[in-house]
């Protein structure tokens, strides 16, 4: 986590907020593990269920911020092309669309996250209510962040108004799941 928060603060382009977006799905997915541990060992129905699905999307976050940075790299990349170079124009197009692409699929990830967080809510114990309320709250982040990163590589972007409905998709989805807390 240090490592990151260090490529986070470099005056560089990426990593930056769609991979700290993955990072606020992470550690919600943590904090559900967490919360879904603690009523497994209460002998909590379902808690046990909530585990392995957790874990796997905690690690699924930390892999979607990599993917992330990168697209965001292919970006740069595409701009920093002479702007006589021939295919420059529909390279950025391409470049902006994975750029969208790749916090939708965060999108995705947290959509995931909050069926589990629900699951949850029936099974924390009181002892650890806010926990899962700051699950809930991260999750709420990630979503955030991660619509905006959508938004802002639509301008230009190959297939925009594919993206724009898939993106409008999503937010209507989160926040029908996202508890309030």
Do not use: H
């Not at 892999?63 to 124009?89: C, H, I, N, T």
């Not at 750029?99 to 009181?126: F, G, H, K, M």
């Amino acid at each position: 986590m240090d490592r990151f928060l260090e490529q986070l603060a470099a005056p560089t382009a990426a990593p930056g907020g769609g991979s700290a977006a993955c990072y606020a799905g992470a550690m919600s997915a943590a904090v559900v593990e967490m919360c879904a541990g603690l009523a497994a060992k209460k002998e909590k129905p379902g808690a046990q269920e909530i585990l392995a699905p957790a874990a796997d999307l905690r690690r699924a976050f930390l892999q979607q911020a990599d993917l992330d940075a990168a697209s965001f790299e292919v970006v740069m990349a595409a701009y920093r092309e002479p702007k006589d170079a021939e295919g420059r124009k529909e390279r950025i197009a391409e470049a902006l669309k994975g750029a969208a692409l790749s916090p939708l699929a965060t999108l995705d990830l947290v959509l995931r996250l909050l069926e589990l967080i629900r699951a949850t809510e029936a099974v924390v114990p009181n002892s650890a209510r806010s926990d899962w309320e700051s699950a809930v709250v991260f999750a709420g982040a990630a979503a955030d962040v991660a619509a905006r990163n959508v938004q802002i590589n639509l301008d230009g972007a190959a297939d925009a108004s594919e993206l724009k409905a898939a993106l409008k998709e999503r937010e209507a989805a989160v926040r029908q799941l996202l508890p309030e807390v």
